[in-house]
C-alpha cells in the first residue's frame, strides 16, 4: 500500500501557474477541514463525557431510566449480543471464505454467485435488517425481542465483512505454500487448516476485530429486535440494551439524559477507535512482513 | 511420510468430501441470506400490496396509515434531498481527499490522513447523530431556527459517506498505470494538468462506482438523520426545513405498528432495498467495464 503511493506522489511534477497553486491549495484546504471536523467530534465528545466517567458509571447499572447511575447491565447486554453474532458468524463466515478462495475457481458461476449476493448484503442498509430480523427471528421463529434475535440478526449483517476480509487473506498467502502441501502428499482439507489458515491468522483477526467495531456500531438493526429493556438480561430470551441503542434512547427519548448520553458516546468511541486502528495495523504490518519475508 | 502426533494428512477421502459439503453449505447460506430477506419483507408487505394498488403509495392524499392514506411520497423526496444534497457536498471533499493522499500529501502525512478517513468510516451513525444533534442542530438553530432540518441531516451525512467516496476513489486513482503518470511528465505537463487531464479521466469509472455506492449508503442510513431532520412529514422547500426519510421512518413507527400499518413500513422498507440494489447493479456494471 505504502509502496504504490509514495511512488505515484514522486514522479509528479511540482506545482507551478495559478491553476496548479488554485487547486493545490483547495486539496490542502479540504484535508485541513476534515482533519478539523474530526478532531472537533473528538473534543466535543469527549469534553461532554470525560467528568461522568468513572469505575462506577462503568460498573452501576443504569437508574432513572438511564439520567443515573452507570452503564453496566448495558455493557453486559451488549457483549452477549456481540458474542452471539460472532459464534454464528464466524465459522459460517470463514468457511465460505475458504470455499470461494480455495475450492472454486475464480471465473466459476457459484463463486460468482456467492460472491456477488454477499456484495448485495453489505450494501442492505441496517433498517432493512431490522425489519427482517424482526420478522424472521422476533417473530416466525419465536424468539421474540431477545438478545438472542439481536444477535442473529448481526449476524447477518457480519456475514459480507468476515468473508471478504478472510477471502483477501486468503489469496493473499503464495502459492508456494499450496504446492508444497500438495508435494508433502497433504489432502486439501489438511492444506486448509494446517496450513492456510494459520498463515492466514493476521487476516482473520483484522476482519475479525472490523466486525467487532461493526457489530458495536449498529443501531437500527437492534431497534425491534433486541429491544429497549436497560435491566441485568437474566438469559439470552430477554431483551437487553446495547450501548449504541442506550446513546439513542437517552439523547432522543428522555429528557436530561445528555450528560449519561455523553459518557455513553464517549465509551462507545473510544472503544471503537481501538479496535479499529488495531485492525488496521494488523493488517498493514502483516503486508509489511510479507513483502520482507519473500 | 510424515510422522507427527496429530495426523495432518487426513487420509481418508470421506473427510475432505464432508468438508467441502460443509464448506459448500456455508457459502450457500451465506449467499441465500439476500434471497431470505427478500422473501421476508414481501411476506410481510404481501397483504397491503394485495389489498391496494401500488400507485396509491404516491397519490394518496396523506401518510396517516391508521385510517388508510399511506403516501411515502414526501418521505422519498425527503430521501433523494438528503441523499443528493450529501452526494453532492461529499463527491468534491471525497475526490480532493484521495488526490491529497495520492499525489499531493508527503508520504506520512498520507498515511496519517489515510487513517483518519478510514476511523471516520468507522465512527457509529448514532454517535454522529449525536454530535450533530448537540452541536450542528444548536448553530442552525441561530442561523435558522428551528435547527432540525434538512441542512443538518444534509450535513451528518455528507460525514458520513465521505469515507466511502473517497477511499473508493483513492484505490481508482492506485490503479492509474505509472507510465501514463510518467508519460504525461515528460511531455512538461504541471501537476494539475496531468491530474485533470490525465489520471481523473483514466479513474473515472472507479470513482464513479464508488459515488454510487456512496449514495446507496445515504439513502439507507437511518440514525444520524432520525436524529437530527426533525422528522415531520412534508416536501421540503428550503434546506431549512424539518423533513423524514423512508429509514426514519421506518424506525420511528415500527415499535407501535400493527396490520396494513406494520405492512407499510415493510413495504417501504422493500423499496429502499430495491434502491440499493439497483445502485449496486449500476455500480458493479460501471465498475467491470
Given at each position: 500500500m505504502g509502496k504504490a503511493e509514495t511512488a505515484s506522489a514522486r514522479a509528479m511534477p511540482s506545482s507551478n501557474g495559478w491553476h496548479d497553486r488554485l487547486a493545490e491549495w483547495s486539496v490542502y484546504a479540504v484535508a485541513l477541514l476534515i482533519s478539523a471536523v474530526f478532531l472537533w467530534i473528538l473534543g466535543d465528545l469527549a469534553r461532554g463525557g470525560i467528568e461522568h466517567l468513572s469505575w462506577s458509571f462503568l460498573l452501576d447499572p443504569p437508574q432513572n431510566a438511564g439520567r443515573g447511575g452507570g452503564i453496566g447491565s448495558i455493557l453486559v447486554s451488549t457483549i452477549l449480543v456481540l458474542l452471539i453474532a460472532l459464534v454464528v458468524a464466524l465459522p459460517l463466515g470463514w468457511a465460505a471464505a475458504v470455499m470461494l478462495a480455495e475450492y472454486v475457481s475464480s471465473g466459476s458461476r457459484f463463486g460468482y454467485t456467492v460472491?456477488?449476493?454477499?456484495?448485495?448484503?453489505?450494501?442492505?442498509?441496517?433498517?432493512?435488517?431490522?425489519?427482517?430480523?424482526?420478522?424472521?427471528?422476533?417473530?416466525?421463529?419465536?424468539?421474540?425481542?431477545?438478545?438472542?434475535?439481536?444477535?442473529?440478526?448481526?449476524?447477518?449483517?457480519?456475514?459480507?465483512?468476515?468473508?471478504?476480509?478472510?477471502?483477501?487473506?486468503?489469496?493473499?498467502?503464495?502459492?508456494?505454500?499450496?504446492?508444497?502441501?500438495?508435494?508433502?502428499?497433504?489432502?486439501?482439507?489438511?492444506?486448509?487448516?494446517?496450513?492456510?489458515?494459520?498463515?492466514?491468522?493476521?487476516?482473520?483477526?483484522?476482519?475479525?476485530?472490523l466486525g467487532i467495531g461493526r457489530a458495536m456500531a449498529e443501531t437500527a438493526a437492534l431497534l425491534f429486535t433486541s429491544g429497549y429493556v436497560d435491566r441485568m438480561p437474566g438469559s439470552l430470551l430477554d431483551s437487553g440494551r446495547t450501548l449504541a441503542v442506550h446513546i439513542f434512547d437517552l439523547s432522543m427519548n428522555l429528557p436530561g439524559g445528555d450528560v449519561a448520553a455523553h459518557a455513553s458516546a464517549l465509551v462507545l468511541i473510544v472503544v471503537l477507535l481501538l479496535i479499529n486502528l488495531l485492525a488496521m495495523e494488523m493488517a498493514t504490518g502483516w503486508q509489511r512482513g510479507k513483502i520482507v519475508t519473500e | 511420510m510424515i510422522w507427527s502426533k496429530r495426523n495432518i494428512l487426513f487420509p481418508s477421502a470421506s473427510v475432505d468430501t464432508l468438508i467441502l459439503w460443509l464448506l459448500r453449505i456455508a457459502s450457500g447460506i451465506a449467499a441465500g441470506m439476500v434471497l431470505l430477506i427478500l422473501f421476508f419483507l414481501l411476506a410481510e408487505s404481501l397483504p397491503l400490496l394485495r389489498e391496494i394498488p401500488a400507485v396509491r403509495f404516491v397519490t394518496d392524499s396523506s401518510w396517516q396509515p391508521t385510517e388508510g392514506a399511506y403516501n411515502l411520497a414526501p418521505m422519498l423526496s425527503g430521501t433523494l434531498y438528503a441523499a443528493g444534497g450529501a452526494l453532492f457536498l461529499a463527491t468534491p471533499l471525497g475526490i480532493a481527499s484521495?488526490?491529497?493522499?495520492?499525489?499531493?500529501?508527503?508520504?506520512?502525512?498520507?498515511?496519517?490522513?489515510?487513517?483518519?478517513?478510514?476511523?471516520?468510516?468507522?465512527?457509529?451513525?448514532?454517535?454522529?447523530?449525536?454530535?450533530?444533534?448537540?452541536?450542528?442542530?444548536?448553530?442552525?438553530?441561530?442561523?435558522?431556527?428551528?435547527?432540525?432540518?434538512?441542512?443538518?441531516?444534509?450535513?451528518?451525512?455528507?460525514?458520513?459517506?465521505?469515507?466511502?467516496?473517497?477511499?473508493?476513489?483513492?484505490?481508482?486513482?492506485?490503479?492509474?498505470?505509472?507510465?501514463?503518470?510518467?508519460?504525461?511528465?515528460?511531455?512538461?505537463?504541471?501537476?494539475?494538468?496531468?491530474?485533470?487531464?490525465?489520471?481523473?479521466?483514466?479513474?473515472?469509472?472507479?470513482?464513479?462506482?464508488?459515488i454510487i455506492l456512496a449514495a446507496g449508503r445515504a439513502i439507507g442510513e437511518t440514525m444520524a438523520v432520525l436524529m437530527v431532520t426533525g422528522n415531520v412529514v412534508q416536501h421540503a422547500s428550503t434546506v431549512y426545513d424539518p423533513i423524514r426519510t423512508l429509514a426514519a421512518n421506518i424506525a420511528l413507527e415500527m415499535p407501535y405498528a400493527l396490520g396494513d400499518h406494520r405492512a407499510a413500513l415493510f413495504v417501504s422498507g422493500l423499496m429502499l432495498m430495491l434502491l440499493v440494489i439497483a445502485l449496486w447493479s449500476a455500480a458493479a456494471r460501471i465498475g467491470r467495464n
Open positions: 460472491r456477488n449476493s454477499l456484495q448485495i448484503l453489505a450494501a442492505v442498509p441496517s433498517i432493512v435488517f431490522g425489519l427482517f430480523g424482526n420478522a424472521f427471528f422476533s417473530i416466525y421463529l419465536g424468539l421474540g425481542f431477545s438478545i438472542l434475535s439481536g444477535g442473529l440478526t448481526l449476524a447477518c449483517m457480519l456475514l459480507p465483512i468476515l468473508v471478504s476480509t478472510a477471502e483477501a487473506g486468503l489469496r493473499a498467502l503464495p502459492d508456494t505454500y499450496r504446492s508444497s502441501a500438495v508435494a508433502l502428499g497433504m489432502s486439501r482439507a489438511a492444506t486448509v487448516f494446517h496450513v492456510l489458515l494459520p498463515a492466514a491468522a493476521p487476516a482473520l483477526v483484522a476482519g475479525l476485530l | 484521495a488526490l491529497f493522499v495520492a499525489y499531493y500529501a508527503l508520504p506520512s502525512a498520507a498515511r496519517i490522513y489515510r487513517r483518519l478517513i478510514e476511523l471516520l468510516a468507522g465512527i457509529p451513525s448514532v454517535v454522529y447523530g449525536f454530535w450533530a444533534l448537540t452541536t450542528l442542530v444548536p448553530l442552525i438553530n441561530e442561523l435558522h431556527p428551528p435547527g432540525a432540518s434538512l441542512l443538518a441531516g444534509i450535513l451528518v451525512l455528507t460525514l458520513m459517506i465521505l469515507p466511502t467516496v473517497a477511499l473508493t476513489a483513492h484505490a481508482a486513482l492506485l490503479a492509474v498505470p505509472d507510465e501514463y503518470l510518467r508519460g504525461a511528465a515528460a511531455l512538461g505537463m504541471s501537476r494539475w494538468s496531468i491530474i485533470r487531464g490525465v489520471v481523473l479521466p483514466a479513474a473515472r469509472m472507479g470513482v464513479t462506482a464508488g
